[in-house]
């Protein structure tokens, strides 16, 4: 089992920038692609980015790409999501998720076994 614990969440105004952060744990080392969604109220939950285990992989939603950058550091069991020019239709509860798959990069959140609570983004206009 791999808990997740997402931080960084905040109110920035339209084009600042935040960097989400997602720390793991788990009671034995556990290889898994990383990814992130966000959900918005009465939105389905959306895939932003994902990360592969060794780093060398990534994808991202076009709504994002050229804006946010996904990385990880295996060292400290923690993946970034470092988000830039941000718009007011950023803001949503961001979720840190978890695919026992390390090598995929899927989009669909069924994809994926592990799921952190969520923090929130708002970003003002």
């Known amino acids: 089992q791999v808990q997740l614990v997402e931080s960084g969440g905040g109110l920035v105004q339209a084009g600042g920038s935040l960097r989400l952060s997602c720390a793991a744990s788990?009671?034995?080392?556990?290889?898994?692609?990383m990814g992130w969604f966000r959900q918005a109220p009465g939105e389905e939950r959306e895939f932003v980015a994902a990360i592969s285990w060794s780093g060398r992989s990534t994808n991202y939603a076009d709504s994002v790409k050229g804006r946010f950058t996904i990385s990880r550091d295996n060292a400290k069991n923690t993946m970034y999501l470092q988000m830039n020019s941000l718009k007011p239709e950023d803001t949503a509860v961001y979720y840190c998720?978890?695919?026992?798959?390390?090598?995929?990069?899927?989009?669909?959140?069924?994809?994926?076994?592990?799921w952190g609570h969520g923090t929130q983004v708002t970003v003002s206009s």
């Open positions: 788990a009671r034995t080392e556990t290889r898994i692609t």
């Open positions: 998720a978890g695919d026992r798959n390390p090598y995929s990069i899927v989009t669909t959140p069924a994809d994926y076994d592990y």
